[in-house]
């Protein structure tokens, strides 16, 4: 049970962060969006390396359906814990939401009105997930820590890309029900999640051509 606990719990930490923190930010920035953007990204890039080490040895850290998708295309876990995480990673994110709205005492149950965009937003979150793909695959296969490295990306991916590098269909479904800062509204969420997918699955098979290359 140690690797389910720890998919919760990472993933509930890592959208409460993304949350309160563009709560936060928001309350103090005094209107100034790039300070708030600023503020959460500070926040999401600190929270994902203690998350990662903390939680890496119990259950490689994902907090990530996508990244789970991809380890078991690699035939690393199989196809029960695939699925179990990536339900575990959807519930520990919900509840990432409603309690970070408990505590800033703001309605615990909102929809996003904030709607992100289409297409491009779709080729945003591509390129957003095919680079955090290849950071944790290519750092894991030069033994480096995948903790910096995919801190480093995400917080980089928040200024690079006009989504903000969600990268996360977990973190992407549990933003549909908040309607603050960090929202995305329930018609972007398509374009969102198959862009992750899509670059997902190319940056698998990069990573597949490369091992074939050596």
Known sequence: MNKYIAEFIGTYFLVATVIGSGIM???LSNGNNAVALLGNTLATGAILYV????????????FNPIV????YLRHEIKLKIFVLFSIIQVL?????????????????IQVSTNIRGELPLLISEMIATFGLIITILLTLRSKGNVAIAVALFITAGYWFTSSTSFANPAV??????????????????PFFILGQTIGAYL?????????ESI
């Open 51 to 62: 998350l990662i080490t903390i939680f890496g040895p119990l259950s490689g850290a994902h």
């Open 92 to 108: 520990g994110g919900l509840f990432g939401t409603f309690l970070t709205h408990y505590i800033f005492e703001i309605n615990i």
């Open 172 to 189: 992407t479904i549990a933003r549909i029900f908040t309607d603050t800062f960090t929202g995305i509204s329930p018609k972007s969420i």
């Open 25 to 27: 930010a928001e309350n």
């Open 203 to 211: 940056a698998y098979m990069f990573d597949k051509f490369l091992n």
């Open 68 to 71: 789970s998708l991809v380890f």
